[in-house]
């Protein structure tokens, strides 16, 4: 694993496109994205009301977008990815942070993975005796799961942020495979998570012809993630054709130790599936970056009351009590309960202060003003200034996450009666 090599670069409004230009070719995607075959970009959508560090950035789409072309990636085969899960609506997520209008700009195809369209395969069918190796997932699946059959072949570049995770500590490159290639039933894997997301990349690995993340860290969040926490602008891009590795150097950056600290990590190292040891990991590009620290305190000492009864389900005396309802016809109580709280109650009444708060900084004025920004060959040369509101009124996010529990609960009733993607083994 001496070869792993993680790009890390400072970047700016001014200088972001091309900034992206550099970390992905500064870690050598050209050697493992191939331009003949189909390429996924795997987008990481947290949360679907904008929040600063959770999910994909429009100028991390378009800076991947613009390196590609430029360096002659045929843009009809080039794909923006969506999964959905229960609680998180992608297709408003996709509009409220500004990734569509990037996808459409570009031309390129918009594919969500749970459409009628998309063709879903036995896991079995598609990886063979593998799934006999898998830590854990033929235990939480004993009739089999399955995955979206347009994957095998396609290259996969995931577009996760620099973020801390109340399951997992923190989470980016390995974790952005969770929704795409698990169904609606994937929180049956919560209490084995770590060793899902090892399974994960080992089907990953199977399945794709090259895979390749580029990170984005111009917002970083800290405290009890992915949605929830204390957005913090960081300045900085990382890529790396090694999952594990790049998820390792981000870690360190927030202040963790990915060997000890981040099981998933651990666990996908000690198999050999990528480096997880960052002083085995090369670093090209900015290398005074890659040696800063920001003393995260991380996800679990301000926890939620969300997060804290997720981890009592999951892990403590609950446990017992609630777990196995989620794998009933009464699981809706949690999906339920995940709206209220975190779109009816936090967002509107603690989240909006600090949305509105990183809204004045340059990243924030990008984004307010991104219909209207108008990039040069490197980057945008003007952010605008800060005008009018800069986020949804309370009353408005108030209404929007009653319009998404009613979404969710006309969702739940027609997997009840509906075809949902699970096949079992053969």
């Not at 150097?249 to 927030?254: F, G, H, R, S």
């Not at 446990?319 to 196995?324: G, Q, R, S, V």
């Not at 975190?342 to 004025?365: C, N």
Request: include cysteine; glycine fraction near 8%.
């Amino acid at each position: 694993m001496a070869n792993s090599k993680v790009a890390v670069v400072r970047t700016s409004p001014e200088t972001v496109l091309a900034d992206y230009h550099r970390v992905m070719n500064l870690a050598g995607y050209r050697d493992v994205i191939a331009k003949e075959a189909d390429t996924a970009l795997k987008v990481n959508i947290s949360w679907h009301f904008f929040y600063p560090g959770c999910s994909t950035t429009p100028w991390q789409l378009e800076g991947v977008i613009r390196a590609m072309k430029r360096d002659g990636y045929d843009p009809s085969l080039i794909h923006a990815c969506h999964n959905r899960t229960v609680v998180i609506d992608a297709r408003l997520g996709e509009r409220e942070n500004k990734q569509l209008p990037v996808v459409e700009n570009h031309g390129l195809r918009n594919i969500h993975l749970y459409d009628p369209d998309v063709e879903w395969i036995s896991i079995r069918d598609a990886v063979g005796d593998l799934v006999d190796e898998l830590l854990c997932l033929g235990d939480v699946y004993p009739k089999g799961f399955s995955i979206p059959k347009r994957f095998i072949g396609e290259n996969i570049i995931h577009l996760p942020t620099v973020k801390t995770h109340v399951f997992t500590t923190m989470t980016g490159a390995m974790k952005n495979a969770f929704g795409g290639l698990l169904n609606e039933h994937r929180h049956w894997t919560h209490p084995v998570i770590h060793d899902t997301l090892v399974d994960l990349l080992m089907i990953q690995k199977k399945i794709h012809r090259g895979i390749f993340a580029v990170m984005d860290g111009t917002f970083a969040g800290d405290g009890p993630g992915p949605r929830c926490m204390i957005p913090y602008v960081k300045n900085v891009l990382l890529a790396s054709s090694d999952q594990v590795a790049i998820d390792a150097i981000a870690a360190k950056l927030m202040g963790f130790e990915p060997l000890s600290d981040v099981r998933f990590i651990r666990l996908a190292h000690e198999r050999g599936l990528g480096c997880g040891d960052p002083g085995e990991i090369e670093i090209v590009g900015d290398e005074a970056v890659a040696a800063e620290n920001w003393h995260f305190v991380g996800p679990f000492k301000r926890m939620t009351f969300a997060a804290r009864m997720q981890h009592l389900i999951y892990w403590g005396r609950l446990k017992k009590f609630l777990e196995w309802s989620l794998k009933t016809w009464l699981a809706p109580w949690a999906y339920i309960a995940s709206i209220l709280y975190h779109d009816t109650f936090w967002y509107p009444m603690r989240g909006r202060i600090r949305v509105e708060a990183a809204m004045y900084s340059r990243w924030g004025r990008l984004f307010h003003n991104w219909e209207t920004a108008t990039p040069d060959e490197t980057g945008y040369p003007s952010v605008g200034r800060p005008h009018g509101s800069l986020v949804r009124t309370s009353w408005s996010v108030i209404r929007l996450s009653l319009r998404i529990l009613w979404t969710c609960l006309r969702g739940v009733r027609k997997n009840a009666v509906g075809k949902e993607h699970t096949t079992s083994a053969p």
